[in-house]
C-alpha cells in the first residue's frame, strides 16, 4: 500500500468516527506553534498526516499528545466550534498543491493569532465563519418573523424584526447610537437594545 492510499484509508477511518458537535478550548500559543511548525513542511503529504493527527485530537481529546487542551491558567485560549475547525482542517486535507494547503494554514493560524476588524462593524472578519447570528443568504428568505420579546407586531407597518437586527450587526458596533427616523411601533428600537446599541426614534 502506498502513502497516498494509506492516508485515504485514514481520512475514511476518521470520517467514520463520530465526534459531538460544540465547541473546544485550545491554548492558544499551542495552536499556533503547531501550525507554524506543519506550514513550515516541504511535503504535502506530511503536512496533511499532521493534519489529519490534529482531527483525530479534536474528536478523541484523549489522543492529544500535543498538549493542545492543556490549558495554562496564565495563558490565552480560544474557543472554536468544532465542525468549524474540522472543516478547516478538511480544506487542508483536500488541497492539490502545496501552495494552497499552506494558504488554508496561514489563513487558519491568522484566525488564531490576529483580530481583524474594521471601522463599521464588530465582526472578526478572521473568524467570520463562526458568526452564527449573521444570515448569509437572502435576507428576504426567512422562515418565520421573530416574535420573541418585545415584539407584538400589531402594528401593521412594522419591520420583520430580523431585518435591523442583522442590518445592525453589519453597520454597527456596540454602544454605538441609532436614529430611526421613521420609528413606528420601535422594532428597530427593540432590536438596538438587544444588541447593546442605544436607539432614538422619531414619528
Ligand atoms: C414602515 S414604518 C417604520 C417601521 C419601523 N422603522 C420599525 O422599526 O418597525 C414607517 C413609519 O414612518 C412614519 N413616517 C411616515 N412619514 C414620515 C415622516 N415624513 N416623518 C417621520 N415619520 C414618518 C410612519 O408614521 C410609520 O410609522
Request: charged letters at 25%; aromatic letters at 8%; one cysteine or more.
Amino acid at each position: 500500500m502506498n502513502k497516498n492510499s494509506n492516508q485515504l484509508l485514514l481520512i475514511k477511518n476518521l470520517e467514520s468516527i463520530p465526534y459531538s458537535l460544540g465547541s473546544i478550548i485550545i491554548c492558544k500559543s499551542k495552536i499556533c506553534e503547531i501550525l507554524n511548525e506543519i506550514n513550515n513542511q516541504k511535503e504535502l503529504n506530511i503536512i496533511k498526516n499532521k493534519i489529519i493527527k490534529m482531527i483525530e485530537i479534536i474528536k478523541h481529546p484523549k489522543s492529544d499528545k500535543y498538549g493542545l487542551l492543556n490549558i495554562d491558567p496564565n495563558g490565552d485560549t480560544i474557543s472554536i466550534r468544532k465542525d468549524v475547525l474540522i472543516s478547516e482542517f478538511n480544506q487542508i486535507l483536500n488541497s492539490q498543491t502545496i501552495k494552497r494547503a499552506k494558504y488554508y494554514l496561514t489563513r487558519l493560524e491568522n484566525g488564531f493569532s490576529k483580530i481583524k476588524t474594521n471601522n463599521i462593524n464588530d465582526i472578526n472578519l478572521l473568524r467570520w465563519k463562526e458568526y452564527d447570528s449573521i444570515i448569509t443568504d437572502s435576507l428576504w428568505i426567512l422562515d418565520k418573523r421573530d416574535t420573541s420579546g418585545a415584539h407584538i407586531g400589531w402594528y401593521w407597518g412594522n419591520f420583520i424584526p430580523q431585518i435591523p437586527h442583522q442590518m445592525m450587526l453589519r453597520y454597527t458596533k456596540k454602544g454605538d447610537w441609532v436614529l430611526d427616523a421613521f420609528v413606528g411601533s420601535g422594532t428597530t428600537l427593540i432590536e438596538c437594545r438587544r444588541l447593546g446599541r442605544n436607539g432614538i426614534g422619531i414619528d
